[in-house]
Each structure stands twice: as C-alpha cells, then as structure tokens.
C-alpha cells in the first residue's frame, strides 16, 4: 500500500502564490510518477501537471507557465508551486502517485482563489 499526505494549500487573493506538498510512503518501487489533480464542483477530477522518476513534467495548458510541478526522489515528495493565481483555479486538488497501473490518491486539499 501506498500512502500519500498532503500539506499546504489555502486562501490567496488573484495573482497570489501559493504552494501544495505531498509526501509518498508505504510500498514504492523504483519508478512511479507523482503528480496533482484537482476537482471542480460538480466536475470530473482533472490532472493538473505530474512528473515522472526521470524527472519529465507534464502540465494541462492552463497552467501551464504558471505552476511549476518538482519532486525530490529521496524524500519522496512532490511539490506544486502555483504562481499567478486566478480565480478558476480554486478547487480541491489532490496528490497522485502512478505505480504499476495502481493509482493511490492523497485525502485532497483546498485551495481557493479569491478575486
């Protein structure tokens, strides 16, 4: 099993910045890609941007140039550094991990955008 424990997060005005942490534990194999979700009221989970063992980073295009997605493998934490906030971002985002077809999700955490 897997385990996956997220911090940060909150409330931040327009143009804010704003951070979300998550660490891994439990049973990881050498290679599995960590990344974040988020969920709008009412809408499907959505990917935000992850990253690979390797370190190759995927972002959805609304994001990108703003978030910027790192992990350190040792730790085994992901870090989601949001820049530039809108007020379309707020919604509860979730911490991912990807290993051998198994998805593990953390318990979710707000953030919310005020204009």
């Known amino acids: 099993q897997v385990q996956l424990v997220e911090s940060g997060g909150g409330l931040v005005q327009a143009g804010g910045s704003l951070g979300v942490s998550c660490v891994a534990s439990?049973?990881?194999?050498?290679?599995?890609?960590m990344g974040w979700y988020r969920q709008f009221p009412g809408k499907q989970r959505e990917l935000v941007a992850d990253?690979?063992?390797?370190?190759?980073?995927n972002y959805v295009p609304s994001v990108k140039d703003r978030f910027t997605i790192s992990r350190d493998g040792a730790k085994k934490t992901v870090i989601l550094q949001m820049n530039s906030l809108k007020p379309e971002d707020t919604a509860v985002y979730y911490c991912?991990?990807?290993?051998?077809?198994?998805?593990?999700w953390g318990q979710g955490i707000q953030v919310t955008v005020s204009s």
């Open positions: 990253i690979t063992t390797g370190g190759i980073t």
């Open positions: 991912n991990l990807k290993q051998l077809g198994q998805y593990y």
């Open positions: 439990g049973s990881l194999g050498g290679f599995y890609t």
